[in-house]
């Protein structure tokens, strides 16, 4: 019953709100490029994103690593929300609004994690932002597999998981707010499509890991300390191989239009050179060559 309750009031309030939205706060916007002739939508987008790849991998380290970055760092997050509401059932044995109120502390902990973010950019740069809510994810996971592994700490939990808030409210406005800061603002709706990309390209990889130790017996505690290692391998990529915050956005803002605009270019070069089509049950697959 509390599961029908939980999800009606999901939907309820996503029918609202979604609906909101998509009547009132989308305008008509013409397109900024014609569909080439001879080609389809499709076909053409997939065309336009093996140059945009080809351009961000040759010409633009900044973007190149912070999609690593976004990619390991978001597949780690997706999991510690999704295994820590199993582990606050197996392992600390809450009760159904144990773990409700866990949840909504999470929740209402991201406002003041959002005020965070915003304040921290502004006292040193997104970059040094980013860096210290991924350390912080490492100290969460690490500090929660070494306090939170028996029942009977219901309120520890409690204060777990508006630390977890805090962070989560902190780290998803410093990393969006980054990348578009760095992307060409005349294709962002195409960068933007290839940052959902990131963030989702090895999301199955982490649950994944942690499902096949826990079938191998290893406790759920130390399975959770295991997730702070993606953590860690966002934070090098961002330390170590991103340019500095000034140098990102120097790159942003004297080469990467004139790189993309080379793209125009290399289009029609693209659309000329030889595609390997298979069509069947109305699919077309188009295979760039570089």
């Given at each position: 019953?509390?599961?029908?309750?939980?999800?009606?009031?999901?939907?309820?309030?996503?029918?609202?709100?979604?609906?909101?939205?998509?009547?009132?706060?989308?305008?008509?916007?013409?397109?900024?490029?014609?569909?080439?002739?001879?080609?389809?939508?499709?076909?053409?987008?997939?065309?336009?994103?093996?140059?945009t790849?080809?351009?961000?991998?040759s010409?633009?380290?900044?973007?190149?690593?912070?999609?690593?970055v976004?990619?390991?760092?978001?597949?780690?997050?997706?999991?510690?929300?999704?295994v820590?509401?199993?582990?606050m059932?197996?392992?600390?044995?809450?009760?159904?609004?144990?773990?409700?109120?866990t949840?909504?502390i999470?929740?209402?902990s991201c406002?003041?994690?959002s005020?965070?973010s915003v304040?921290?950019?502004?006292?040193?740069?997104?970059?040094?932002?980013?860096?210290?809510?991924?350390?912080?994810?490492?100290?969460?996971?690490?500090?929660?597999?070494?306090?939170?592994?028996?029942?009977?700490k219901?309120?520890?939990?409690y204060?777990?998981?508006a630390?977890?808030?805090?962070?989560?409210g902190?780290?998803?406005?410093?990393?969006?707010?980054?990348?578009?800061?760095?992307?060409?603002?005349?294709?962002?709706?195409e960068?933007?499509?290839i940052?959902?990309f990131?963030?989702?390209i090895?999301?199955?990889?982490?649950?994944?890991?942690?499902s096949?130790?826990?079938?191998?017996?290893?406790p759920?505690a130390?399975?959770?300390a295991?997730?702070g290692?993606?953590f860690?391998i966002?934070?090098l990529?961002?330390?170590?191989?991103?340019?500095?915050?000034?140098?990102?956005?120097?790159?942003?803002?004297?080469n990467l239009?004139?790189?993309m605009?080379?793209a125009?270019?290399?289009?029609?070069d693209?659309?000329?050179?030889?595609?390997?089509?298979?069509?069947?049950?109305?699919?077309?697959?188009?295979?760039?060559?570089?």
């Amino acid at each position: 019953a509390t599961a029908r309750l939980s999800q009606s009031v999901v939907v309820i309030w996503s029918v609202i709100f979604f609906g909101i939205a998509w009547h009132s706060m989308f305008s008509t916007k013409p397109a900024l490029t014609a569909v080439p002739e001879g080609s389809t939508l499709v076909t053409a987008g997939f065309r336009k994103l093996c140059v945009t790849f080809r351009k961000i991998y040759s010409h633009y380290p900044a973007i190149k690593w912070y999609l690593v970055v976004i990619a390991f760092a978001n597949s780690a997050l997706l999991t510690v929300k999704t295994v820590f509401v199993t582990f606050m059932g197996s392992v600390l044995n809450l009760t159904t609004t144990e773990t409700g109120v866990t949840l909504l502390i999470v929740l209402f902990s991201c406002i003041p994690g959002s005020w965070i973010s915003v304040k921290m950019q502004r006292l040193v740069n997104p970059k040094r932002s980013l860096q210290l809510v991924l350390l912080l994810w490492i100290f969460w996971v690490l500090a929660a597999a070494a306090f939170l592994r028996e029942p009977g700490k219901t309120f520890v939990t409690y204060i777990f998981g508006a630390f977890m808030g805090i962070i989560m409210g902190w780290f998803y406005p410093t990393e969006r707010g980054f990348y578009a800061m760095m992307i060409p603002k005349k294709r962002d709706a195409e960068f933007m499509g290839i940052y959902i990309f990131a963030t989702n390209i090895i999301g199955f990889f982490p649950p994944l890991i942690f499902s096949v130790m826990n079938e191998a017996g290893v406790p759920l505690a130390v399975n959770l300390a295991t997730l702070g290692i993606y953590f860690l391998i966002g934070l090098l990529a961002l330390s170590i191989f991103l340019p500095s915050y000034e140098e990102s956005l120097s790159q942003a803002n004297e080469n990467l239009e004139d790189v993309m605009a080379t793209a125009e270019t290399d289009d029609a070069d693209v659309s000329e050179a030889p595609n390997s089509t298979t069509e069947g049950l109305g699919i077309t697959v188009v295979v760039c060559e570089q």
